[in-house]
């Protein structure tokens, strides 16, 4: 059986930006109440779930942005 050699092509060169978020959309929903919920909460992991199109990258970027002010990493899966 032939052995699967690692890819080491221009792929590699993507896993620098591999966990960066897209960009974000020039006009957004402000969805405060939901931002000021999960940052309030204890849990160590917070799962957004919907359907397409109901804004969960937008509200994962604003997230985004009061975790880096809270120095608080986070990963863009």
């Excluded at 020039?26 to 992991?45: C, G, K, W, Y």
């Excluded at 917070?46 to 009061?66: S, V």
Aim: glycine letters at 4%; a positive charge; aromatic letters at 6%.
């Amino acid at each position: 059986m032939p052995r699967i050699q690692p890819q080491t092509s221009p792929a590699k060169g993507l896993q620098a930006t591999r966990f960066l978020p897209p960009n974000a959309p020039q006009t957004t929903v402000d969805r405060a109440q939901l931002i000021d919920r999960i940052l309030s909460s204890d849990a160590p992991l917070t799962l957004i779930c919907a359907p397409a199109g109901f804004g969960k990258t937008t509200l994962m970027q604003k997230l985004r942005e009061r975790y880096q002010a809270r120095d608080i990493s986070t990963v863009w899966l």
